[in-house]
């Protein structure tokens, strides 16, 4: 059911100054044109350029981002990142400091019947952005899935970094494949592995189960509760990927909600927050068959964030309970213009 300051001016600034934490914006000590102060004492902002700009994630990311530095974002029609040629060309025209790839094919069910669409964009696309990054010398921050692991981990045990993947779909082989070829290829790179997210852009599960509650009212509608996740705003997490840019976060990093539920309880806790009335029944698994195996356990651990004290997220209640207050009036306009 679930569903711009000239590069060569800032690299050229490089080479004359020592660039350290004290008093940057972006504290970075390497010399990868990062933000920089000038001997002027003027800051050069970093140059972000986002891949996947339309989805909820990076419509967030532009917000989150941009707030300091140069976006240059490229939705899935200005940039197929599936498509070499275009990645080198774009990355060339851009060269940015920092690349973060928001893009990808996540539609699980659908993945299931256009592999070879899943592999190009989750798989190749990563690895297209490493080469450019690498031959470019960006920090690449690329978004990866629960969808890695198989979800058969008893409750509440949750799965960390370190634990080996094992995907039991063709969307969670195709993220995984996607993580090892561009980690071969480029040092450089974080990788964000998060799970049911949802945003004010986009569709996502919380959206769906508004708009269909809004529009049959009286209806029954099941909602499975024996898979068990962590809900995740999208702001929340992007929030957390600016922190891992700024501290220098280097590889695999879990990043989710605290807690976990199941699909249920999250539709029942949205709606109620929502202050709409529904006629939601949980079902198990078995009782809603799709064509995608889909994960039981799918609680992530941020350990990795933890450890490292560059930890952001909060609980899902919370997360769900700001995100309502913030965007209750434009969520009911908007899924009643859809039900029109």
């Not at 891949?51 to 990076?58: E, K, R, T, V």
């Amino acid at each position: 059911m679930p569903v711009i300051s000239n590069a060569s001016q800032i690299r050229g600034c490089l080479s004359s100054f020592v660039v350290g934490r004290t008093g940057l914006k972006y504290g970075f000590s390497r010399a990868v044109g990062k933000n920089v102060y000038l001997n002027t004492g003027e800051e050069v902002k970093m140059k972000i350029m986002i891949c996947g700009s339309d989805g909820q994630l990076g419509w967030d990311c532009i917000r989150v981002f941009g707030a300091d530095n140069e976006i240059f974002s490229f939705n899935r029609t200005q940039l197929d990142i599936s498509d070499s040629h275009a990645v080198e060309d774009t990355v060339a025209r851009v060269m940015p400091q920092v690349l973060i790839n928001c893009a990808a094919f996540t539609h699980v069910d659908r993945c299931e019947t256009e592999k070879e669409t899943a592999f190009k964009i989750n798989t190749l696309g990563p690895h297209h952005l490493a080469k450019a990054c690498a031959r470019h010398r960006a920090t690449l921050v690329h978004v990866s899935t629960d969808y890695v692991f198989d979800g058969n981990r008893e409750l509440p045990l949750a799965w960390s970094e370190s634990d080996a993947p094992h995907p039991v779909s063709v969307y969670g082989q195709s993220k995984l494949e996607g993580e090892q070829k561009l980690a071969t290829v480029w040092e450089d790179h974080i990788i964000v592995r998060t799970a049911w997210l949802y945003g004010a852009h986009g569709n996502n599960f919380l959206k769906t189960m508004l708009r269909l509650t809004l529009a049959n009212p009286e209806k029954e509608f099941k909602v499975v509760d024996d898979q068990y996740g962590s809900p995740t705003w999208s702001l929340r997490l992007a929030l957390q990927m600016e922190r891992l840019v700024k501290e220098e976060g280097r590889g695999i990093y879990h990043a989710t909600s605290e807690g976990y539920c199941s699909w249920y309880e999250l539709a029942v806790f949205f709606l109620k927050k929502m202050d709409v009335p529904h006629n939601l029944i949980p079902c198990t698994t078995a009782q809603y068959p799709t064509p995608t195996a889909r994960p039981f356990n799918s609680i992530l651990e941020n350990k990795r964030l933890k450890q490292e004290n560059i930890h952001r997220m909060t609980g899902w209640r919370h997360g769900v309970e700001q995100f309502v207050s913030r965007f209750r009036n434009e969520l009911l306009e908007a899924a009643r213009l859809e039900i029109q």
